[in-house]
């Protein structure tokens, strides 16, 4: 069968490669899979339900949830009867679901736990058109998803057929709300198409066979990780879904994937943790790990002298092969997007044999423009990678990135200005600041709209240095400052875990708590150190001038940062006010 809308893929998967584990969730300490048939027959139940409850064509169904098959379900059973999902952040707060819901004209929810389901009854009186909220298990407040699902009838099941016929490749077929950094969240509306096309342009960087296994955490509403969930679904990967972030150590040893999915902060949270793991080394077990993390920073992926290669293949059989065993000890290959990953950090992961993939890509690109392939002449370390097929990139005058083809988005729900403001003659205007290296790796430098003059006139690209500030094990978070002041300043959140080990190490006493630890004159003292450092690396007019300690650490659910954890610029100089004034005013 040929797939042209995106519920046309289990029905694919189930006719060239069914599976017995497609979707596979723990519950109760064991591995509970459902097969491809299985799926396909679920979904259609809670089709028939939707019908037998009004659903018409274009109505906006919501769904907060964690990772878990019922989500992937409830997805295509959504699809098939033309209604348009709106899958939501289960972390934002009910005045931006009251603001969604309202947008989208919600009329039914569906969710998965009762934290979730409190905040959504809470807003029901707000949002004239829900009617009726329904989750995966037993919560006050809601209905069971069990009532949705209607047995085999053959009258709703020639319906379903009829709705199906009727869709075509380029109908809306999701609302997703962006994040942001700043104002209200904008509802992007992507086509059956728009995501179809990533998937098959992504599947030859797919470096995985049929029947492996992905592990899947970040969040499902996110478009990066709902569409590699279809693009395993069409490749024939089975997917199992994570208890939690705190379970993902134990769940990668449990299923051993051979790949999964990250974002930068993640990655530089494992890379820390091994390191602190080599610093309670001692004697020539730690002198030996130490060479062998040296050995990695000067790692490429082409170019190297055979003492080199020599010295890499030693370092990976004596320490590194226990890297890969943390992971798992199958990992083909990460995925990492969202955000740019230091290119010291990618070394050190390749180098160890584990394939870090950094991509770039949008919402409104559906999600991917450029990723780069696990083959080793198609990686360029510090880029993120070639254009996919079908998609064309250009760079502007000024430096912005421009990008056209069946990716790019069709629009802002109820917004033609803002939509028109991005996309003029067929290009997409990402507000992303980017190069080519070599004529074809496309590297992404800044935000466009983040780039800021000091009252000097130089500009300062704050993304590029806060990247290479956070190679530091003593920062988790930085925010480079300074638009229209004398000079650059920077908020920092220093990493508490990180300064436990070292105070440890140190034999000294720090603290207990966030705000002892963060204002502790050591600590304090060693992240100027630190900043000494890294300023090394960036011209005079760049340099960190001050720094303050941020107040408390910045997190998804106190609002500083956004669900892929970055800053939102406004609320962190809201919270640092009184920091911005010692900075710039004593």
Known sequence: MEVKRLFDIPYYQNEKFPQKDALVDKRNGNWIPVSTQEYIDKANSISRGLIKRGIQAGDKIAMISNNRSEWNICDIAIQQVGAIGVPVYPTIDSDTYAYIFNDAEVKLCILSDQELADKVI?????????????????????????????????????????????????????????????????????????????????????????????????????????????????????????????????????VKPNVFTAVPRLLEKVYDKIIAKGEALTGIKKKLFFWAVRVAEHYDVRGKSIFYKFKLAIARKLIFSKWQEGLGGNVQAIACGSAALQPRLARVYLAAGISVMEGYGLTETSPVISVNYKETNEIYIGTTGTVIDKVEVKIADDGEILVKGPNVMLGYYKKPDQTAEVLKDGWFHTGDIGTFVEGKYLKITDRKKEIFKTSGGKYIAPQVMENKFKESRFIEQIMVIGENQKMPAAFIVPDIEYFKEWSKQQNLNIGNCYDEIAHNSLVVEQIQKEVDHYNSFFGDWEKIKRFEIAPAPWTVESGELTPTMKPKRKVVMEACKSQFEKIYNS
């Open 122 to 254: 809470a807003i029901k009186d707000r949002v004239p058109t829900l009617s009726e909220i329904f989750s995966f298990v037993d919560l006050k407040g809601t209905i069971n998803w069990t009532e949705l699902m209607v047995d085999a009838d053959t009258s709703l099941d020639e319906e379903i057929e009829k709705r199906k016929s009727v869709i075509q490749p380029d109908d809306l077929v999701t609302l997703i709300y962006t994040s942001g950094t700043t104002g209200n969240p904008k509802g992007v509306m992507l086509s059956h198409n728009n995501l179809l096309s990533n998937v098959i342009a992504c599947e030859p960087r797919l470096p995985v066979d049929r029947n492996a296994k992905a592990l899947s955490f970040l969040p499902v509403c996110h478009v990066f990780e709902r569409m590699l969930l279809y693009l395993y679904q069409y490749t024939g990967v089975s997917i199992y879904f994570a208890e939690s972030m705190d379970t993902i150590g134990d769940n990668l040893k449990e």
